[in-house]
């Protein structure tokens, strides 16, 4: 490409799968299709500006076309790392490939771990379940303020979390905790992608969590794109959990986020507030946490189209400088068995004012593409595994 982009902005739509991956059977996820299975149930899906990109051309999907002219450049994106989860996913987007999956405690954590937790807080451990995060202070929350008890909970991803009541176990205390059980959790047996501090206040029956949530995640196992970009002088800004699934690694400005559509305000805010040259880097992460992992496919298909009404506006604060891609990092399809992520191949479309009509880009053989074509869009050495597509974005025919 002979004029590099200044801004590239890549959106997670978290769970946002296009059916199921080349190997979704040893995942035992045969037959999962996130965007399929929640158009066919739900009388299809509204999704006009998705489609125009040409979101229609990638599966079949009820209520999504397939237009004549896209607006943007399109493929599907398999997984190469061995995972299904949140960091797998994002990790591989950069360019760090795990070869071996996080652990998850469908069944709870070992008795062992939970005993070295009770030993080194002097508190007892109750829960030790799957839930979420506002099931869980609901059904535990009047033992732990009797009892001052720690309630220890997981979910479908790698992760160990601790509600806490502020006016029970004070803040430190809490941060103290998952501080000291991250340092036992970095490696197998216990190998836990984040330990999550999840502090609440408030009366039975009326308990809310606070934003002093913290996470205390593992740092990437080795050097990302993000990385290689802070070190060429770039500005990388990370909004929604993108900086704890990082562990903070190669971000220089972070933006928390309490929503989808938090997600997208804060995503015009930066882009309207600064030309700065570098990469923006959003994740949404309701599609998964509210609706996936719930099953509820009303829900799911009700934040699409919101999403896809908004997609507007992003488009709106885009330059010829700037690139745009959409994609997701792993499929949760809500009509399928269980709560788990499902494994599935992801849609990815690549906009910029300067593309005249979109067109196919070859399957993409790992999320670390994305990465690769990141990199050689701002020349800064890319070593990892993926292969840019950056040349072919101004080009026909484009198959590269």
Known sequence: MNRPFQRMVMIVLDSVGIGAAHDAQSFGDQGAHTLGHIASSQGGLYLPHLASMGLGHLAPIDGVPRVEYPTAHYTVMKPAANGKDTMTGHWEFMGVQVSSPFQTYPEGFPTELIRRIEAYSGRRVIGNTPASGTEIIQRYGHEQLQSGALIVYTSADSVLQIAAHEEVIPIDELYDICREIRTWTTEPPYLVGRIIARPYIGEEGHFVRTSRRRDFALKPFGVTSMNLLQDAGLHVTAIGKITDIYDGEGITTSVKTSSNDDGVDQTIRVLQSSSERGFIFCNLVDF?????????????????????????????????????????????????????????????????????????????????DIGATICDNFKVSFSHPGTSFLSGLEREPFEQ
């Open 288 to 368: 998964d946490a509210l609706y996936g992992h719930r099953r509820d496919p009303k829900g799911y298909k009700e934040a699409l189209e919101a999403f896809d009404r908004r997609l507007p506006e992003i488009v709106q604060c885009l330059s010829e400088h700037d690139c745009l891609l959409i994609t997701a990092d792993h499929g949760n399809d809500p009509t399928f068995r269980g709560t788990d992520h499902t494994r599935e191949n992801v849609p990815l479309l690549v906009y910029s004012p300067r593309i005249n009509t979109g067109r196919h880009i070859r399957e993409r053989e790992t999320f670390s």
